[in-house]
């Protein structure tokens, strides 16, 4: 995934500043772009989709239980004697 991006990022930096080529070697300069990106908390975007699934499930699975919970509490009200 990231050789990738790094690939396509110094083939747009060569054709958007064809002069770069010339400061910056081509192989030490993905070398360091692809250690900067390793060292990012980067996810593909299939893997946020999913995770994304997953809080939506996790989030409605919440508020059911909330609803339920009220519900019982109200039930519980309801019963308890009155002073």
Same mark, same amino acid.
């Given at each position: 995934m990231f050789s990738d991006f790094a690939q396509r990022f110094v083939? #747009?930096?060569n054709e958007k +500043?064809?002069?770069a080529a010339d400061l910056l070697p081509k192989k030490e300069f993905? $070398? $360091? +772009?692809?250690s900067a990106l #390793? &060292?990012?908390d980067l996810v593909t975007r299939e893997e946020f989709d999913?995770?994304?699934a997953v809080l939506l499930r996790t989030r409605e699975r919440l508020e059911a239980l909330e609803k339920q919970l009220t519900e019982?509490?109200?039930n519980l009200? &309801?019963?308890k004697p009155q002073s």
């Open positions: 083939n #747009e930096l +500043l064809p002069d993905k $070398a $360091a +772009l692809n #390793e &060292r990012m999913a995770q994304a019982l509490q109200t009200d &309801r019963q």
